[in-house]
């Protein structure tokens, strides 16, 4: 149920200025612009957007180099260089081929994002971070006065180190170019694709809804519902109500939560919502806290009050803590049926084939999430999949 927190640990430490938030098969690839030369786990980048050139596209491999702890990013072939005061966004930024697909390749011991932008060349700021190292700004497409906001971009997550590849499309903080991504290794998976013209009806689903609206910045992307709150587009007390329901129903009711290793028994008393078994008590959360997955929802990885926080939190985003006492639901069917409910990720599992995506930072709660992982890697596909 951890997976993507705990292998994208290195990254979440290494990033400046971004919160932590977060293919299709091995994808069929022409061949043509391909080369094999790399240094570490092959990357295949194919661009089926059908509204931009190769030409128009760039991406960059950017992280933490796990054996240093400290930022680095990747060259084309997948050499993992560390990041310096002189290293300036060109250092980083890889066009895609001339033509047909793009070989490049992952390095070995490195959690990190590949992003991508269409038209313009992101910005990565060179900073010092708290320990006095260099480090990584990351675009911050939620945030209006970053250098990057008017780009079209977005990114996927990985840790590639001596146990695997581990990686997953994300949306916690926005959706803009829709991506997939593949794995081969001891088996062929993949995830992250959207239904036929999927991207236009995410769009379309959030516009419709009055308090969701606001988070779609044109055609560039959306943006997550707590982040919207955070530039004032999206209420703040958005969840109150549920919140305030689920906290008088457990007043009286028992709530069963089942990690996978024990079930745990819990009740709302004294205004916290304290379970069995050494779970620390939960306080009543916020909307922010609901969102983010985070505050009063917090979730240590600890093995004991950290799986009954995700678990918790994902059904408060999925509003079904209301309709059964026992979690967390595993029934896609009742999700995100409540009028309130987090209908950024709704629209988001609507509209993949495979009904994964990464909404909330919880979504991997049953299963759910647009992510996959392989203990014998051999190689890696992402696609930039059709915009229409």
């Given amino acids: 149920m951890a997976n993507r927190r705990t292998v994208l640990k290195g990254l979440a430490a290494g990033l400046v200025g971004a919160p932590f938030g977060a293919a299709l098969m091995a994808a069929q690839t022409s061949g043509k612009g391909a080369s094999a030369a790399t240094n570490g786990l092959p990357l295949t980048i194919v661009n089926n957007t059908g509204r931009y050139s190769n030409a128009q596209i760039s991406y960059a491999i950017v992280g933490t180099d796990l054996s240093t702890g400290k930022q680095a990013?990747?060259?084309?072939?997948?050499?993992?260089?560390?990041?310096?005061?002189?290293?300036?966004?060109?250092?980083?930024?890889?066009?895609?081929?001339?033509?047909?697909?793009?070989?490049?390749?992952?390095?070995?011991?490195?959690?990190?994002?590949?992003?991508?932008?269409?038209?313009?060349?992101?910005?990565?700021?060179?900073?010092?971070?708290?320990?006095?190292?260099?480090?990584?700004?990351?675009?911050?497409?939620?945030?209006?006065?970053?250098?990057?906001?008017?780009?079209?971009?977005?990114?996927?997550?990985?840790?590639?180190?001596?146990?695997?590849?581990?990686?997953?499309?994300?949306?916690?903080?926005?959706?803009?170019?829709?991506?997939?991504?593949?794995?081969?290794?001891?088996?062929?998976?993949?995830?992250?694709?959207?239904?036929?013209?999927?991207?236009?009806?995410?769009?379309?689903?959030?516009?419709?809804?009055?308090?969701?609206?606001?988070?779609?910045?044109?055609?560039?992307?959306?943006?997550a519902p707590g982040h919207g709150i955070d530039t004032g587009v999206f209420p703040a007390t958005y969840f109150d109500s549920a919140i305030n329901q689920v906290w008088d129903r457990y007043s009286s009711t028992a709530m069963t939560v089942n990690v996978g290793s024990a079930v745990r028994t819990g009740r709302v008393s004294g205004g916290l919502f304290s379970f069995d078994g050494g779970v620390a008590p939960f306080r009543k959360p916020s909307t922010a806290d609901v969102l983010y997955c985070n505050g009063a929802l917090a979730a240590p990885n600890d093995g004991v009050t950290g799986p009954v926080a995700a678990v918790l939190a994902a059904g408060f985003n999925r509003s079904v803590l209301l309709s059964s006492a026992n979690q967390p639901g595993a029934d896609p069917a009742t999700f995100y049926r409540d009028a309130v409910t987090n209908h950024y990720a709704k629209a988001l599992h609507d509209n993949t084939q495979d009904g994964k995506a990464y909404g909330f930072a919880f979504d991997d709660v049953a299963g759910f999430a647009s992510y996959i992982q392989d203990s014998a890697p051999r190689s890696i596909t992402v696609e930039l999949t059709p915009f229409y």
């Fill in 73 to 223: 990013f990747a060259t084309a072939d997948g050499t993992l260089t560390p990041v310096s005061p002189s290293t300036g966004a060109s250092d980083m930024i890889i066009p895609l081929a001339g033509s047909g697909d793009t070989a490049s390749a992952i390095p070995a011991n490195m959690s990190g994002r590949i992003y991508f932008s269409v038209v313009d060349k992101l910005k990565f700021p060179v900073v010092t971070d708290g320990n006095g190292n260099a480090a990584l700004q990351y675009p911050a497409g939620w945030v209006p006065n970053d250098p990057s906001f008017p780009i079209v971009h977005d990114f996927v997550e990985f840790t590639h180190n001596s146990a695997g590849m581990f990686c997953n499309t994300t949306m916690v903080d926005m959706f803009s170019i829709p991506l997939a991504i593949g794995l081969a290794g001891s088996a062929s998976q993949n995830t992250g694709r959207l239904v036929p013209g999927g991207r236009e009806k995410i769009f379309s689903a959030i516009k419709a809804n009055p308090d969701f609206a606001p988070l779609v910045v044109e055609d560039t992307r959306v943006i």
